[in-house]
């Protein structure tokens, strides 16, 4: 299982921006095409007020290109929102 999220990393910045996560294991997943028959991906949208039909597609599409895979095995919403300042937690 490999879990991950639109937004990871936590936190990011310019050197690390949101969605890197993803796209690392894209590139991982594509140096060996058998690898993705072999693991299961499970990846989030951030949750929060952006939670809407039109944002899920958005959000799905652009960890599908990121991943560098055609299907998500597990989709889910990352809750709380991230985005809140993290000296809150």
Known sequence: LIDTAEQYPIPSDANHPEGLAEKTIGKWINT??????????????????????KNIISACEGSLKRLGTDYIDLYQFHWPA???PQSNW
């Open 32 to 53: 060996d095409k058998s690898r993705r028959e072999k693991v299961v991906i499970a990846t989030k949208i951030t949750g929060g007020q952006r939670i809407s039909g």
């Open 82 to 84: 991230r985005y809140t």
